[in-house]
């Protein structure tokens, strides 16, 4: 199993910065690719940025240009930096984890983030 603890969530206004992070423990040698994923109520969770392990990363096209993902493998760690917030960011966003084994998605708890206009 992996567990996935997520931090940095809050209130910030709209053209602002904010920093997740995502810490993974357990058994963090299954672990290929890391990400991050958003939800807003009565919508489904959707992809945010990604990132394997060689540093390959994917983005939505709605933050392309203002998230950066970033992971330490060291740390076991995967960052989201969050740059020109705007509104429509506001969800609860997830740290994600893939087994490169079993192809299982592990899922952190999730960390609010709201955006005042």
């Known amino acids: 199993q992996v567990q996935l603890v997520e931090s940095g969530g809050g209130l910030v206004q709209a053209g602002g910065s904010l920093r997740l992070s995502c810490v993974a423990s357990g058994n963090i040698f299954v672990i290929s690719a890391m990400g991050w994923y958003r939800r807003v109520p009565g919508a489904q969770r959707d992809l945010v940025a990604s990132i394997t392990t060689w540093g390959t990363a994917n983005y939505a096209d709605s933050v392309k240009g203002r998230f950066t993902v970033s992971r330490v493998n060291a740390n076991n760690t995967v960052y989201l930096q969050m740059n020109r917030v705007k509104p429509e960011d506001t969800a609860v966003y997830y740290c994600?984890?893939?087994?490169?084994?079993?192809?299982?998605?592990?899922w952190g708890q999730g960390t609010q983030v709201t955006v005042s206009s």
């Open positions: 994600a984890a893939d087994s490169r084994y079993t192809g299982a998605r592990y």
